[in-house]
Nanobody, 126 residues
């Protein structure tokens, strides 16, 4: 069982930056790919970014490429999402999620992820 707790959300002006953190408790953090998703009001939860078990592979939603960076520190059981040049359309609740995938690869599919955090609100004002 893995428990995930996000932090770092808040209110920021357009063009600003935020760094989200997701702290994991439970065994074998390094055996999970870690993803970030977001859900805006009235919309489906969508994939934002994923990082593989040891950080060698990342994948991003096209609209955040070049602005967001996902990273992880396995010694601290923590994954991060650095968000720069934020736009009002980035406003959403951001969730981290863990995907047990020892055979390799990464996924953008919500139903592939085994554990989820409670989310942290990010609001970008124009």
């Amino acid at each position: 069982q893995v428990q995930l707790v996000e932090s770092g959300g808040g209110l920021v002006q357009a063009g600003g930056s935020l760094r989200l953190s997701c702290a994991a408790s439970g065994p074998n953090f390094s055996t999970y790919n870690m993803g970030w998703f977001r859900q805006a009001p009235g919309k489906e939860r969508e994939f934002v970014a994923v990082i593989s078990m040891f950080g060698g592979t990342t994948d991003y939603l096209d609209s955040v490429k070049g602005r967001f960076t996902v990273s992880r520190d396995n010694a601290k059981n923590t994954v991060y999402l650095q968000m720069n040049s934020l736009k009002p359309e980035d406003t959403a609740v951001y969730y981290c999620a863990a995907d047990y995938r020892p055979w390799g690869g990464t996924s953008r599919e919500r139903n592939e992820y085994d554990y989820w955090g409670q989310g942290t609100q990010v609001t970008v004002s124009s």
